[in-house]
């Protein structure tokens, strides 16, 4: 089946700690991309990639941390300057072409203990 | 990031009848590219229809067609036959045409409810 995995669906996060949301793709989308969702609000770009080796801050990567070494991989690290980290995070990817589409995975749910 | 507004936070249609859910956005580019997407209960993000704005022909997708009106900034959704799977969130989003520029700017959505 090609897609967009992510895991866990489910995450925890203690007081202090980093953790980390997996998200792969095998569509062979060059470019990938991490937003935040939260309640009532529409999606937030925290970070995206176009190319392997290579990302770019979004609008509120501040307390998150990726990398992208593989193509087919982008994960995303919560850290523990992120100080409201509760929310739904969605994995997408696409072509690099002219119109491109997003497609999306199914999303991790991250609370705090 | 550009300015996408849906000022629907909450829709009500009836089973078989029609909505139209609207979006604005706000941009000075004269080409860029624009999306619906749906979110159902469980929070799958799925692509609906898709918009050039250099096209002024409305693009279509079985019951679900758009009203493209690029100097009103406008770009509403329809949503013909409604059906109970089409209850959902739906979220406009706007693409500049900008070369490696991939970044979706999404509206707040619109809770669409399909009454029985």
Known sequence: ?113 | AQTVTQSQPEMSVQEAETVTLSCTYDTSESDYYLFWYKQPPSRQMILVIRQEAYKQQNATENRFSVNFQKAAKSFSLKISDSQLGDAAMYFCAYRSAGPNDYKLSFGAGTTVTVRA
């Open chain 1, 1 to 113: 089946d090609g897609g967009i995995t992510q895991s866990p669906k489910y995450l925890f996060r203690k007081e202090g700690q980093n953790v980390t949301l997996s998200c792969e793709q095998n569509l062979n989308h060059d470019a990938m991309y991490w937003y935040r969702q939260d309640p009532g609000q529409g999606l937030r770009l925290i970070y995206y990639s176009q190319i392997v080796n290579d990302f770019q801050k979004g609008d509120i990567a501040e307390g998150y941390s990726v990398s992208r070494e593989k193509k087919e991989s982008f994960p995303l690290t919560v850290t523990s300057a992120q100080k409201n980290p509760t929310a739904f995070y969605l994995c997408a990817s696409s072509t690099s072409g002219s119109f491109s589409t997003q497609y999306f995975g199914p999303g991790t749910r991250l609370l705090v203990l």
